[in-house]
Structure formats: C-alpha cells, structure tokens
C-alpha cells in the first residue's frame, strides 16, 4: 500500500502495561511481555499502522500491576520492525530534557528516525509523591512541558544552546550526534485551556481523548486558529476504542460486556483522581470533565468516538472525523494482536478508498 501524506494515519497503544486498555474483569487476550508486543508490532507494521505509543506509568492502580518503561521497551519494538514509528512517553519532572534528548537522539540515529516523543504534563499525582517528585500546579504542570519542548528541540536543532527557564537551564550545550532528519515528532495531550495553548504554540501533534465527531471539531477549531496566530502549525491525533466485529449488534454486545464486567472500585478511583486533577485547571475542567463512568471504563473515553460497529460503519466514521480535521486516530482494542490483523485487513483499506472517492478529499493539517 503506498504511502500518501493527506491520507488519515493509525497508531495503537501499545500494552506495556498490564491490565488491557479497559479497566474490565472480561477476558483481554492482550500480553504486556516483550515477546507479545514484538510480534504485535510487527503485526501492525504489516497491517498499515503508522505508529505505536507505548504508555508511561511508575506505579500499579486501576488494574496496571506491571509497567514497562517506555523508551527502553520502544527501542525493542523498534529493533523489531522496519517501518513502524514508534512514540515514546516522557514526563518531565522524572526526566530530564537533557537525558531525554540525548536518549531519543540515539535512539533515532540506531533507526533511522523510527522514534518520536509524547510529552505527558502529569495527571496521578500518588504517582508523583510515590518516587518523591514535587506535584505542581495544573498550569505549572504545562509551563514546565513547554520549556521541556522548547529545551529538547532547542537541543536538537542548535550547537551551544543556551536556555534560561524556570525549571531548566542550559549553557552553550551542544549535543553530538543529533537526531536523524527529519527530527523526532513531539506529540502531547489534554484537553485543558493550558493544554490546547501549549500545544497551539510549540507541538507538533496534539492528542484529545476520544469524543464526539461535533466535540472534536471544536477542539480542532480552537486549536488551529490559536496555532495560525502563533505562526505555529500543529496536527490533531484522537483517542478511540475499536470494536470491529462482522455485525453491530455483535459489537454492541462487545461493549454491553466489557461495561457489565467493569471492576467499579477500580474506575471509580481513576474517575476521582483524573477529575480532580482536571478541577484543579483555572477553567475547573480536564480530558475526564464530563465522562460518565461507563466513559471511564477506556481510560482515554475511547468509546465516546463510537468506532464500534462493522468494518463499514468504522470507516465512515473515520472519514467523518478526518473531515473534521483529524490526521491521526490512536487506537485501543480488547485482544490486541488479532484485532489489529482485522483492523488493517477489514477496515483500513476501506479507508483509503474512500479517501480516494471523497470529492472533499481533505488534506491534513501542515
């Protein structure tokens, strides 16, 4: 399948954390080993996937027992396939943009570029107190992503880099070798005030939990015409849950049981820390605002973006969101391996068809 830059792109998450991608007691024939991971990376690379985020998390809760560190466990899926991009997951505050850089900077130069980064603010503050790191203010939170941002590709792209921030500093640092061309995309998330700026001003994708397709636009409305005003350009990636099954009604009773068998403690406690973390932005809201608890059993309300149904309902709803102005749906799936085979065969081919027939043919986003 040749490659097209206006075509919409897939990325999955990658369970390098235990427990799935719901917060369910229904059976998940998803591993969080290396060797699973290996062969489903590979499995997605043959299926048209753009890209693969593996996720960070320093502690267990809401089902995620084990957890992977992600840049370590990118740089092996990565040695195991040959085209897949894969998005590494940085939170500042453990690292540091100087370790990162020179850690991704590696990384690129061992593959060719194969690597990116998603620059995660912070929402589990337990996390931060566990490993003894300060929690700042919601806003503070961004601030300091944005000069992590700004100091990584600062590193990236200047000899003797001098940065005065107020959280990192630097002084004539060069960094040698940089990255391979072109240089590592910088992803992050949120849904906040501070988020859609800092995304609007220094980003080159923007993740937003899933939602509805009229939701969507207005964030992608928001944050297009704030980039413009900043001569800035930034691409929009959502969240979205799939369940692809030959029938709706088949995919329908996927998501009946997958919510049934929700583990209530366990989403209550993840809706109370990530609400609370939103509560506490000057505007009082966050990605998880308004979720309802059948939202919260996905994490990301992958559910919201109603990719549930038949190959052929799923794809018009992606055109739907591309016309929207997403350029990117990041995918999570009950039993990883399979459903991403299903996905690349049934649906994405479906897609490009009928990106090919649209007479709107909507361009992604520069």
Known sequence: MTANHNQIKFAYWVPNVSG?????????????????????AQIAEQAGFDYALSQIRFTAGYGAEFQHEP????????????????????????????????QIATISQLTEGRVAVNI??????GE??????????????????????????????????????????????????????????????GSS????????????WYFTNGNSVEDIKKQVDDIRAKARANNHSVRIGVNAFAIARDSEAEARSVLKEIITKADPEAVNAFGNEVKNAGKASPEGQGNWAKSSFEDLVQYNDGFKTNLIGTPEQIAERIIALKEVGVDLVLLGFLHFQEEVEYFGRRIIPLVRALEADSPRQVQAAE
């Open 20 to 40: 799935g991608l719901v917060i369910s007691k229904i059976e998940q024939r998803t591993g969080w080993d290396i060797d699973y991971n290996r062969r489903l």
């Open 71 to 102: 840049v370590a466990f990118s740089h092996a899926l990565l040695a195991a396939t040959t085209k897949l991009k894969v998005i590494a997951a940085l939170l500042p505050g453990p690292w540091n943009p100087a370790v990162a850089a020179k």
């Open 120 to 125: 995660v603010s912070g929402w589990f503050r």
């Open 128 to 189: 931060f107190t566990a490993i003894g790191e300060p929690w700042l203010d919601h806003d503070e939170r961004y601030r300091r992503s944005e000069e992590f941002i700004r100091s990584l590709r600062g590193i990236w792209t200047q000899d003797s880099f001098t940065f005065r921030g107020d959280f990192y500093r630097f002084n004539d640092y060069t960094l040698k070798p940089k990255p391979a061309q072109p240089l590592p995309e910088i992803f992050q998330g």
């Open 193 to 204: 005030r501070a988020a859609r700026d800092m995304a609007a001003r220094v980003s080159d």
